[in-house]
């Protein structure tokens, strides 16, 4: 009896630790890949990524217009001011959206790279 009760708590402690690293796991942000300015990478936010929401975006899918950051597939605009605008750490844009899907009308974040604005 006392054997089983063991048994039982030992396989609950080991279904709840797992349970915990997988949120834990779930909650880091992931890494942008390395380029010239960042040969080694950088990690995204987690305010706007969990772990599959960010990616580079090539030059052509973001433009600049009178009041903001204008996401070509989209037509979303980002106002200069708004709070979803973060400091790209190289050269490239990087769009966050819901499970990286890049239709998503709207985006959680936009890195945007220094450029002399």
Not at 75 to 103: M, P, Q, W
Request: with cysteine.
């Amino acid at each position: 009896m006392l054997k089983n009760l063991s048994i039982a708590i030992l396989v609950s402690a080991v279904g709840f630790g797992g349970s915990m690293l997988v949120f834990a796991t779930e909650a880091w942000p992931h890494e942008a890949i390395p380029t010239a300015a960042q040969p080694l990478g950088w990690t995204y936010g987690w305010e706007c990524c969990s772990g599959l929401d960010c990616a580079q975006a090539a030059d052509e899918a973001v433009s600049t217009g009178p009041t903001g950051y204008r996401i070509t597939m989209t037509g979303e605009v980002i106002g200069y001011a708004d709070k979803r605008i973060k400091r790209s750490r190289d050269e490239f844009y990087h769009r966050c959206t819901h499970g990286g899907n890049l239709n998503d009308p709207k985006s959680i974040c936009l890195y945007v790279p220094d450029r002399g604005l």
